[in-house]
């Protein structure tokens, strides 16, 4: 195995255990209900060896043996109950820590933000946060409570049969180290086996997602059968990963059975000759009678169960290992900037945003996205920034939300770096429309709401009243509170975007930042929805990506952006003037038919 590889399972080897931390009570109460377990084994095997030599030997009358026959049923009914709370005990363990481990990982994409996520397979980010994270539960359910009881019981059961019979003890304790021996050599490479299994089962999530949402497209294009056999080869894939894994599982399997088999028949021949007197050692020079042998070969078996089910268990920690390790690269992806936590700035009013020689490279070597960007955004003004696709618009605006960190140079709020502004106060003054507005699984009362959730029905029912909502929401069978799908199922585009809309009238945030809100849209659909925009622009800061002349002329201030730089700055009459860049785009524009 390569030294990096072997590195990275170690790496991750150390972050599951310190995950176990909050679920180790949990993880307690199963290794305490498991030696429960073993000792009450133990007193079983002791009464049916008794009632046996009791009954076939010393044949004693029923009533003696009564009282062994009623201590045999109680501790068949505890060792029941005994299992049930261990089983109850390991999936606490096992549930605690998943919640914590997932919880972590939607918080850290929370800070990554979009910037990060734009650049993932959504299928990837969904089966990592899903499958991986279940893959992580008998690790800490079943293996480390058993690595731990594979020790314990076996020691305690030798400590009852070397009194009895050295040479029994003997052949048990040289025989338990090579279970593990053997499962830890059979199942080398295990982990990189479930690793790659998980990275062909995000490979299949991804296709699929992209096949369910592209469904439309691919049919009107007729490539629905071309992807379909895409989907079916990466399933495949997939299925021999899986056959792998198994092939491992059962060839440990296989180990195991053999020499528990071995063993176990190594020590019934030597009671069997012992007590027919062919052997006459090993047994502390008194010879063993039916009952001292029946104990020992019943606890034969069990001796090795403990062993027997770390092996079976082995397999959960390479899947354990194989799904951190893609968990761990998602956690260990680099925050976008760095939030103190007091803030600097006023949470209610700015004067002023500066961009000074801004760059911003999302992957080293590639060109970057933006070089040297320098303006001012001052608080009341409306700035149109425009420019061709891939000019670095939206890169503005992932900076200004603080989706990313500038490569070189600073972004000032006030003369306040804003790296130094708490970022949850700082986005409390921004609102944001996108080309296609995201709704959530809910009531569309609930998806206004997201802008302020604490807010009043009536202002609720106003901020709808200002993007129109209530046009389209007298028509539907429950209002404003009928339900969406995901992504707005149920409603067309331009009514997802009125909702959108009055989500940011809700929020009431003094710096609006618009990236192409009416792209797509229809004209009754644009001219609302532009309506709107401008009554929710009054006396508000104003950053709009847009190639819309009309929302070009209606501007303060123009940016134009080319090649990640500012190429032109100032208003519609001066820059059409002008004949550069921005005259350029205007007469493609209008070529074009916008506007």
Same mark, same amino acid.
């Given at each position: ?34 030696? =429960? ?6 007193? *079983? ?6 009632? $046996? ?54 918080? &850290? ?7 990060? =996520? ?20 008998? %690790? ?76 439309? =497209? ?7 059968? #071309? ?21 491992? #599982? %059962? ?56 062993? @027997?089910?770390?092996?079976? &268990?082995? &397999? ?38 500066? %961009? ?9 070597? @590639? ?75 809910? =009531? ?50 331009? *009514? ?36 709107? $925009? ?12 847009? &190639? ?38 205007? $007469? ?8």
């Amino acid at each position: 195995m390569p030294k990096t590889k072997s590195s990275s399972d170690k790496k991750s080897l150390r972050w599951l255990l310190k995950q176990a931390r909050p679920a180790r009570s949990w993880t307690y109460v199963s290794v305490g209900l498991g030696f =429960t377990g073993g000792a009450l084994l133990v007193a *079983q095997a002791g009464f049916l060896a008794n009632l $046996i030599q009791s009954i076939f030997i010393d044949g004693l009358p029923r009533q003696v043996l009564l009282p062994s026959f009623v201590g045999l049923i109680i501790v068949v009914v505890l060792r029941a109950v005994v299992a049930w709370g261990r089983e109850v005990a390991g999936f606490m363990s096992g549930a605690k820590v998943r919640d914590e481990v997932r919880g972590a990982l939607m918080k &850290h994409l929370a800070v990554l933000g979009p910037a990060y =996520t734009a650049r993932q397979k959504t299928g990837e980010l969904s089966s990592t946060v899903l499958e991986q994270v279940e893959g992580l539960n008998d %690790f800490f359910s079943l293996y480390l409570p058993q690595l731990a009881l594979a020790v314990v019981i076996p020691a305690a059961m030798l400590a009852f049969i070397f009194p009895i019979s050295w040479a029994a003890g003997l052949i048990l304790l040289l025989s338990a180290p090579l279970i593990p021996l053997f499962t830890v050599l059979v199942g080398m490479g295990a982990e990189s086996i479930s690793q790659r299994n998980f990275q062909a089962l995000a490979r299949l999530s991804a296709h699929f997602l992209d096949v369910l949402q592209g469904l439309t =497209t691919l049919k009107l294009f007729g490539r629905s059968s #071309a992807v379909a056999e895409t989907v079916g080869r990466t399933s495949a894939d997939y299925r021999r990963q899986t056959m792998r894994v198994l092939r491992v #599982a %059962f060839l440990s399997s296989a180990v195991l059975e053999f020499f528990t088999s071995v063993s176990i028949a190594l020590v019934a021949v030597y009671l069997g000759m012992s007590y027919l007197g062919y052997l006459d050692f090993g047994d502390w020079g008194s010879p063993l009678n039916l009952g001292a042998g029946f104990f020992i070969l019943l606890l034969a078996p069990d001796f090795f169960m403990p062993l @027997r089910e770390l092996g079976t &268990h082995y &397999h959960a920690r390479a899947d354990a290992v194989g799904a951190a390790n893609e968990i761990v690269k998602v956690l260990s992806a680099p925050a976008p900037a760095v939030s103190f936590p007091s803030p600097r700035i006023s949470p209610v009013n700015f004067q002023r945003i500066r %961009f000074e020689k801004v760059s911003l490279a999302y992957d080293s070597g @590639r060109r970057p996205a933006l070089s040297e960007v320098s303006f001012d955004l001052r608080a009341g003004e409306q700035v149109a920034l425009v420019g061709a696709s891939g000019a670095g618009k939206s890169s503005v605006l992932n900076l200004i939300m603080g989706f990313v960190a500038p490569t070189n140079g600073r972004i000032l709020i006030d003369d306040c770096p804003l790296e130094l502004v708490h970022t949850e106060n700082w986005r409390r003054m921004l609102a944001w429309i996108g080309q296609s507005p995201f709704l959530f699984h809910g =009531t569309i009362r609930e998806n206004i709401l997201l802008g302020r959730p604490e807010a009043d029905p009536s202002e609720v029912q106003q901020a709808a009243r200002f993007a129109r909502v209530g046009e389209f929401c007298r028509l539907l069978p429950q209002g404003i509170d009928t339900p969406v799908g995901e992504q707005g199922i149920g409603l067309s585009r331009g *009514q997802a975007q009125r909702v959108a809309l009055a989500r940011a009238f809700l929020k009431s945030a003094p710096l609006l930042l618009l990236d192409e809100p009416t792209a797509g849209l229809d004209t009754d659909n644009e001219r609302l929805v532009l309506a709107s $925009i401008k009554a929710l622009a009054n006396r508000r800061t104003v950053l709009s990506v847009t &190639h819309r002349l009309e929302t070009m002329q209606a501007a303060d201030r123009i940016l134009v952006l080319a090649d990640g730089r500012i190429a032109e700055q100032g208003s519609y009459t001066q820059l059409s003037a002008a004949g550069g860049v921005f005259a350029r785009l205007v $007469i493609g524009s209008e070529r074009n038919g916008c506007g």
